[in-house]
């Protein structure tokens, strides 16, 4: 019931600019949304999060001041903007939903996403 959709994601040249999108549906309850990425050979990391209602947020220091995480409970979407994209920022990433920001930076009982893929050229 719970279906979490990813766009936004394609091919861009490093120094770029991308934006994601999550569409959320089937969840009854204010949820905090999350972004977690998954390079080849390597586990799935945390990127961002945000409360239920985008007042606090939350960032890998991987991509702090780089990458700004809203969204627009009305759309029941959630936003991922990615500045200064770097090469290794090149992974499949992934929109999650859980009941506290805490718990998803854990990935702690989250819905997931299918992913939508971020490749940077160098």
């Known amino acids: 019931q719970v279906q979490l959709v990813e766009s936004g994601g394609g091919l861009v040249q490093a120094g770029g600019s991308l934006r994601l999108s999550c569409a959320a549906s089937?969840?009854?309850?204010?949820?905090?949304m999350g972004w977690f990425r998954q390079a080849p050979g390597k586990e799935r990391e945390f990127v961002a999060a945000?409360?239920?209602?985008?007042?606090?947020?939350s960032y890998a220091d991987s991509v702090k001041g780089r990458f700004t995480s809203s969204r627009d409970n009305a759309a029941n979407t959630v936003y991922l903007q990615m500045n200064s994209l770097k090469p290794e920022d090149t992974a499949v990433y992934y929109c999650?939903?859980?009941?506290?920001?805490?718990?998803?930076?854990?990935?702690?009982?989250?819905?997931w996403g299918q992913g939508t893929q971020v490749t940077v050229s160098s």
């Open positions: 999650a939903a859980g009941r506290t920001l805490p718990m998803v930076v854990r990935s702690a009982g989250t819905y």
């Open positions: 089937g969840l009854t309850f204010r949820y905090a």
């Open positions: 945000i409360t239920s209602s985008g007042e606090s947020t």
